[in-house]
């Protein structure tokens, strides 16, 4: 008996010991969280929104002094560079810059129309050559421009478009018809997006293509359209010169979508709706489209800004944490304010990574494995520097055990939720509620799945490689106000401010909420950090198979 008491006893005492060095230990926790603070955020995102750092965009002085700030930042919280001895990784760009003044010509009706560059219509080419054109070429309503296989769905069947300019509808079938059988009902798929549809025409043949804008399928109105097709287009440097790429790819205003249909004498409306049903059968329009552009060539060199914490036992395995630094630079041809500041979006995520890099040197010793801290760049200009980190990895991406992103945090207070865009695509799900939970607060879905936010940011760049990617976004119900006044707050944002020079930094910002976010980021690589499991994408994703091909290959390397 005695014996019996005696060894649980000594067990007891033994836990004891182990649950006091896990106190200590947890105030290492307790002070790496404190140090996420709301006053040191602002202080940063103040600093690298403001005017002098020129709007941020790629291979501009902004860059210059951006990407400074950030090393000098990681170098002073004693992080390693993270490229050999280097805190940057360079990103090959290349700058193409149309001639503004372009017509996109219509013919083949009763009249001819000519519509102009900005307000009509948007045309730019991804091919790195000086002049092209699309010229008497033969338009046709593709639909939806979709070929998917697994949605037993394809546009193009029964057409050859080959020289032809394909005129598309934006987002998906499921979106339309709010069926849920149709792809994933309002959700959308990445089938909606354009960068999809532009490489599908291209895949296609097609000389060139548009899309039809509207703005609630798109998610963005048409001003958001003409700023990010007019300008410089960057992208990466690749071998082809990105001669597969269709010709001219743009966008036409619905009015003037509507414009051409009515001369074609179709009906847009009804072919939207006819859209939408399976089998539906491209229709030639009887119209041709010209369009020729003059571009100004520049390559640049940009720069993803990576720091690393070493792992103190798995130090080839990692957590990334990634949050584009870039935005969209100066306009000069805009009258009054020229300068896009990019505070929320993103000096907030930006500064956000200094706030955890810095939570994490505060631990007694850091985690297991190693965490990165990647500031990347060209987001805006299509995912390109995280594109170019996931397909050019410092470290092996089957070593790479996550990515958490942040893109625009919380400026309106405390939420007693937290979304996770893309929920149920990922066992990361599990780490966000057990954190979430600690908190008090609940997880909850994407609210606007059909805003296709999943393949809007850094992530989905590592998504694409199998990387499994965690992409939260603050929750919508206010402790104090509740969800309608936050979903007006946030719709106000998108309205007025999103991507243009009045996303300013506003000392009203209420970042109470955005630091519960952080702390529970926080915890979330905290736990990946000190496990040696890898989470996996959810069994239907599109990713899945990619990260088992690839973690696979890391066993045979044994
Ligand atoms: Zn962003």
């Known amino acids: 008996m005695l014996k019996k008491y005696f060894v649980p006893t000594i067990l007891m005492a033994a836990l004891a010991i182990a649950f006091s060095g896990c106190g200590s230990k947890d105030k290492g ?14 202080k940063n995102v103040e600093i690298i929104s403001s005017d002098e750092f020129e709007g941020r965009a790629p291979a501009s002085k902004g860059e210059e002094k951006t990407v400074k700030f950030l090393k000098e930042e990681f170098q002073k919280l004693g992080l390693k560079p993270a490229n050999g001895e280097s805190y940057f990784q360079e990103v090959p760009l290349v700058e193409i810059t149309g001639d503004p003044n372009i017509k996109l010509k219509i013919t083949g009706g009763k009249k001819v129309h000519s519509f102009s560059c900005g307000d009509e219509f948007v045309g730019v080419t991804q091919r790195v050559v000086e002049e092209v054109a699309v010229s008497d070429s033969e338009m046709v309503f593709l639909g939806y421009g979709i070929v998917a296989p697994e949605y037993n769905w394809n ?34 798929t990445y089938y909606g997006r354009w960068t999809y549809k532009y490489e599908e025409a291209a895949r296609q043949g097609a000389a060139g293509i548009f899309i039809i804008h509207e703005t609630e399928p798109a998610a963005y109105g048409w001003g958001v359209v003409k700023k990010g097709w007019t300008g410089p287009q960057f992208n990466l440097v690749s071998e082809d010169n990105n001669l597969s790429r269709c010709a001219v790819e743009g966008w036409v205003q619905l009015d003037v979508a509507d414009k051409i249909f009515k001369e074609s004498g179709k009906n847009l409306d009804e072919l939207k709706s006819a859209a939408t049903k399976q089998g539906f059968k491209a229709v ?14 520049r390559y640049s060199k940009s720069r993803n800004v990576i720091a690393l914490l070493p792992g103190s036992k798995r130090a080839d395995e990692y957590i990334i944490y990634t949050a584009h630094w870039d935005h969209f630079g100066i306009d000069p041809t805009l009258e009054g304010d020229q300068i ?15 706030e955890l890099a810095e939570a994490f040197t505060k631990l007694k010793s850091p985690p297991l494995r190693s965490i990165l801290f990647m500031a990347v760049t060209a987001e805006e200009q299509g995912l390109l520097g995280s594109l170019y980190y996931a397909t050019h990895p410092v470290y092996p991406t089957n070593k790479t055990v996550a990515v958490i992103n942040m893109d625009a945090l919380n400026i309106y207070g405390k939420m007693k939720d937290i979304t996770i865009i893309g929920y149920g695509n990922s066992e990361l799900d599990d780490y966000v509620e057990a954190a979430a939970r600690e908190q008090g607060r609940r997880v909850r879905p994407d609210p606007k799945p059909e805003r296709g936010s999943f393949y809007r940011s850094d992530h989905f760049s590592f998504a694409k490689q199998g990387v499994p990617a965690l992409y939260t976004s603050s929750g919508i119900d206010h402790v104090e106000y509740g969800e309608e006044w936050t979903r007006q707050k946030r719709d106000k944002y998108i309205a007025e401010n999103y991507h243009k020079p009045s996303d300013e930094y506003d000392p009203n910002w209420d970042l109470s909420g955005t630091i519960d976010d952080l702390r529970l980021l926080f915890k ?24 088992d091909a690839d973690m696979k290959s890391a066993r045979k390397q044994l």
């Open 284 to 297: 030639p329009l009887g119209l041709k489209a010209s369009v020729s552009l003059k571009n100004s060539i």
């Open 29 to 42: 926790l307790e002070s790496a969280l404190e140090s996420i603070s709301a006053e040191e955020l602002a």
């Open 155 to 188: 546009d193009y069947d029964g057409i050859n478009v080959r020289g032809k300019t394909v005129v598309v509808l934006v987002n998906d079938p499921g979106f339309a018809t709010e069926n849920p059988e149709l792809f994933n009902g309002r959700a959308m």
């Open 340 to 354: 896009f500041n990019g505070a929320l979006d993103n000096a907030t995520g930006t500064c956000a990574l200094i």
């Open 524 to 547: 979330v690589a905290y736990r990946l950090g000190n496990e040696s499991t890898f989470p996996n994408w959810k069994e239907g994703t599109e990713f899945k198979a990619k990260r």
